[in-house]
Structures are given as structure tokens and as C-alpha cells.
């Protein structure tokens, strides 16, 4: 297979330290929307935002009401992105990306 291109990659990759220091420092005091964000934070030991300014889909149960066929638990994106987009097609036979997450 051919090389990445040198456009894709970065310029320099950081050690995890210091990169989860400055997503960290990214995320203080900004309002944070996702699904299911539990898993991320936790991966970058993100145990103190504030509810204020966090949005996560999986969580509102609003979202969740306007599924025809709700089932206890958290809903999935998928799900979400069906009921409310009209979108069911997302990751569907595909890997899981996050850009693609990000744009439902």
C-alpha cells in the first residue's frame, strides 16, 4: 500500500502527556457537545467538567423520547441519528469515525 501523505500526518506527534495536557487544557471552560462522552474523558482522565457546560447526546432524554421504540439504557448515536436526521445509514457495515460521529 502507498505511504500516507505527508499532509494527513502531523508536523509532530506530542507524547501522550503533554497531548492530553493541552486537550485538557482545550476543554476547560469550553462547552463540550458529543455522545457518550463518558468513555473519552475518561481516556483523558477527565473527572471534573462541569455539567454546565457539557451536552451529551446519550444523556437527554428529550433525544431519547422522540424514538419510536425506546430501550432501556442509552440510546445509540445510531439511533438517535435515525429517529432524528433520518439518517440510520451511519457506520452501518463500516468502521467506527469520529468525523463521521462529529457530523451526526
Same mark, same amino acid.
Given at each position: 500500500?502507498?505511504? *500516507? ?9 506530542? *507524547?501522550?502527556? @503533554?497531548?492530553?495536557? !493541552?486537550?485538557?487544557?482545550?476543554? $476547560? ?5 458529543? #455522545?457518550?462522552?463518558? #468513555? ?7 473527572? =471534573? !467538567? ?12 428529550? /433525544?431519547?423520547?422522540?424514538? +419510536?421504540? *425506546?430501550? *432501556? ?6 439511533? /438517535?441519528?435515525?429517529?432524528? /436526521?433520518? +439518517?440510520?445509514?451511519? =457506520?452501518?457495515?463500516?468502521? =467506527? +469515525?469520529?468525523? @463521521? $460521529?462529529?457530523?451526526?
Amino acid at each position: 500500500s502507498a505511504a *500516507p501523505s505527508s499532509a494527513v500526518l502531523p508536523a509532530m506527534v506530542l *507524547p501522550l502527556n @503533554e497531548a492530553m495536557r !493541552q486537550a485538557n487544557a482545550l476543554l $476547560d471552560g469550553a462547552v463540550v457537545v458529543g #455522545h457518550d462522552l463518558r #468513555h473519552d474523558f475518561k481516556l483523558l482522565r477527565r473527572f =471534573h !467538567q462541569k455539567r454546565v457546560l457539557l451536552r451529551d447526546t446519550a444523556f437527554c432524554s428529550l /433525544l431519547k423520547a422522540g424514538l +419510536d421504540a *425506546p430501550r *432501556p439504557g442509552l440510546p445509540s448515536l445510531r439511533g /438517535l441519528a435515525g429517529a432524528w /436526521l433520518g +439518517d440510520a445509514s451511519l =457506520h452501518r457495515g463500516r468502521a =467506527h +469515525d469520529s468525523v @463521521e $460521529d462529529a457530523r451526526a
